[in-house]
């Protein structure tokens, strides 16, 4: 099918498709969206005691990633979205490239968002016995204030400048049950993090991160001291149900902190979070 033109509210899907062989349901498209506003579509959240029902067994591997879903299904394409909205978000210039031959998926995507461009390319054997996807990641500057303030939680800090740019690039390996990111490298303003990020298994978000900063000035990313004293005068929580959650392992260390006008360095600590449990332990500086 060429000079294929489909409508819905006001998307507009123009393009091309084919099947090349019936038998394989060989398939190659070219696709171009006008936009969408995936948040019109998106119904309003349900009750939360309504609708989380207890977890059963049958559940227990609703997170594992149909990675192998395309084995043995020949295909090419590419599709690009103009503009895109989900969650408050605004992606332009969106472009998604596939190709699976012999089992072999490559993929790329890039993006602009919040300021900033993102790109992910990558490729790998879908019809192993472990299903695997590798390959890079980037970032350049981005907003992280623009992107807060998109998803409704503009940031209050003390430096109204902070928060304006994140970049950072990264390997990153995805399997059906887990994701890493190694070597993970980060420009967050003026501070730099390499470091790693792991998820060993979606279903209990196992994540092991391990970060090294060279600097980071704290203060500047606290509330502004008029905000921070009327939080003062609100009774402090401690958020014991987040913590309950989190199974964490990781390491922290930063050469120079400056944190409640106290200036710190050669900052050190082991995190390790699980069954309810957090320790920080060792920490000096």
Same mark, same amino acid.
Request: charged content about 20%.
């Given at each position: 099918m060429s000079d294929l033109e489909l409508t819905r509210d006001d998307t507009l899907l123009t393009g091309r498709l084919g099947i090349d062989d019936f038998e394989t349901l060989a398939l190659r498209f070219d696709l171009q969206l006008n936009g969408m506003d995936l948040d019109r579509y998106v119904e309003e959240p349900a009750d939360q005691e309504a609708s989380s029902p207890a977890t059963s067994a049958a559940d227990a591997d609703a997170t594992t990633l149909p990675l192998d879903a395309l084995k043995d299904v020949p295909l090419q394409g590419q599709l690009q979205i103009a503009q895109l909205r989900?969650?408050?978000?605004?992606?332009?210039? &969106?472009?998604?490239?596939?190709?699976?031959?012999?089992?072999?998926?490559?993929?790329?995507?890039?993006?602009?968002?919040?300021?900033?461009?993102?790109s992910i390319t990558g490729s790998g054997d879908i019809a192993a016995t472990n299903p695997h996807l590798s390959g890079t990641a980037e970032l350049s500057s981005l907003s992280p204030r623009q992107l807060l303030t998109a998803l409704g939680e503009p940031p209050q800090t003390a430096d109204p400048a902070v928060l304006s740019d994140l970049s950072g690039t990264s390997q990153w390996?995805?399997?059906?049950?887990?994701?890493?990111?190694?070597?993970?490298?980060?420009?967050?303003?003026?501070?730099?993090?390499?470091?790693?990020?792991?998820?060993d298994d979606f279903d209990q978000l196992a994540a092991r991160v391990a970060l090294s900063l060279d600097r980071l000035d704290l203060d500047a990313y606290l509330p502004p001291e008029d905000a921070a004293a009327e939080e003062a005068e609100t009774d402090a929580e401690i958020p014991v149900d987040e913590i309950r959650e989190l199974n964490l392992t990781g390491t922290l260390q930063v050469q120079e902190l400056t944190a409640l006008k106290l200036r710190l360095q050669n900052l050190?600590?082991?995190?390790?979070?699980?069954?309810?449990? &957090?320790?920080?332990?060792?920490?000096k500086a």
């Open positions: 989900a969650a408050g978000v605004d992606v332009t210039n &969106l472009d998604f490239a596939l190709e699976n031959k012999a089992n072999r998926l490559a993929l790329s995507l890039n993006g602009d968002t919040a300021g900033g461009s993102f390996r995805l399997t059906s049950r887990s994701i890493a990111l190694d070597p993970l490298n980060l420009q967050l303003d003026k501070t730099s993090a390499p470091g790693s990020l792991k998820i050190q600590a082991d995190i390790a979070a699980a069954d309810g449990v &957090l320790r920080l332990a060792p920490l």
